[in-house]
């Protein structure tokens, strides 16, 4: 099975094109921005593969508040994009969405819980799903969360890089949700047989400070970590309170989420 994997640059495109090795092409953003349609049919006629993931999106949380036109044009349009260039040719999607599509309301989330995300990126990774699955039927959308791996800008590699500069960090101690390690999302992506959506997420909820004292464990690294709450961390974009992934979906089709703490030894060994 040939794999093209768009967003290749970013930390699950190089997870997935690690697993796949030859069987895999990768397009970064410079060499396939999804939002242009005409570039998306090209590169699909070009390398005529048998299944597309696409990994590209925009991912700044924070960002997407000011920049609300950037968000949807990536998360949204692109992924129409590359939904109806994959229907027109008969390939199979693959196609992620998060955790931020919930609002945090409920402990954790079936895939047909009712959506009502609380931010630009949350509202624009929904109208990608739904986008991708009105004009490809047969796709699969995956939501993750909290996705990390051992190099990307993620939460482990920001720990680390705070703990060399401050002697206490103050971390969020309040907000709930599954840590997922990017390559064990690859293997799951690769491996779900299903279409409509799928949760995938690593075993186990915590919280960002439950997830820090395990990274500062693992790395053997002594930092002093103050819990704090959401209310003392104002961000420009609101978070759910629990975006806890029920993963129960995925395992009964056999694709068993691995602990999220293997994950982080593996990335810090
Ligand atoms: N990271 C998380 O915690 C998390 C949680 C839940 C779900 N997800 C979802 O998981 C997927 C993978 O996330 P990730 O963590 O691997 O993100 P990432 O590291 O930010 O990678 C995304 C890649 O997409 C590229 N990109 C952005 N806009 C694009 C466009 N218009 N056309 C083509 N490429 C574009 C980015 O390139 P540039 O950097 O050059 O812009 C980047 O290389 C995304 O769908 C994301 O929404 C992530």
Redesign the pocket.
């Known amino acids: 099975v040939k794999t093209l994997v768009?967003?290749?640059?970013?930390?699950?495109?190089r997870?997935l094109l690690r697993r796949l090795g030859g069987a895999g092409v990768g397009l970064?953003?410079?060499e396939?921005?999804?939002?242009d349609a005409a570039a998306v049919a090209r590169a699909l006629d070009a390398h005529r593969p048998d299944r597309v993931v696409?990994?590209?999106?925009?991912?700044?949380v924070d960002r997407a508040e000011s920049e609300p036109g950037i968000a949807f044009?990536?998360?949204r349009d692109?992924a129409a994009h590359v939904a109806r260039a994959c229907a027109a040719r008969g390939i199979r999607l693959v196609?992620?969405?998060?955790?931020?599509v919930f609002d945090g309301t409920r402990p954790s989330w079936r895939e047909d819980d009712p959506t009502g995300p609380l931010n630009v990126?949350g509202r624009s990774?929904l109208a990608g799903e739904q986008a991708v699955l009105d004009a490809h039927p047969g796709a699969l959308v995956v939501?993750?969360?909290?996705?990390?791996s051992r190099d990307?800008?993620?939460?482990v590699t920001t720990m680390l890089r705070l703990a060399r500069q401050r002697p206490v960090l103050r971390v969020v101690a309040d907000q709930r949700g599954c840590p997922?390690h990017?390559d064990d999302?690859a293997r799951a992506l690769l491996a779900l047989e299903a279409t409509g959506v799928v949760h995938f997420a690593g075993d186990g909820p915590t919280t960002w400070h439950g997830f820090a004292t395990a990274i500062f464990a693992a790395a053997r690294l002594e930092v002093t970590i103050e819990p704090i709450a959401t209310s003392d961390y104002p961000t420009p974009a609101r978070r759910p309170m629990s975006s806890v992934l029920d993963t129960s979906r995925a395992r009964a089709l056999g694709v068993v989420p691995a602990p999220w703490l293997d994950g982080l030894r593996a990335c810090l060994t």
């Open positions: 768009t967003g290749a640059g970013g930390q699950l495109g997870a970064p953003h410079a396939l921005p999804i939002e696409n990994a590209a999106a925009y991912t700044q044009a990536a998360n692109g196609h992620l969405s998060t955790d931020y990126y990774k939501r993750t969360s909290w996705l990390f990307g800008a993620n939460f997922t990017a999302l």
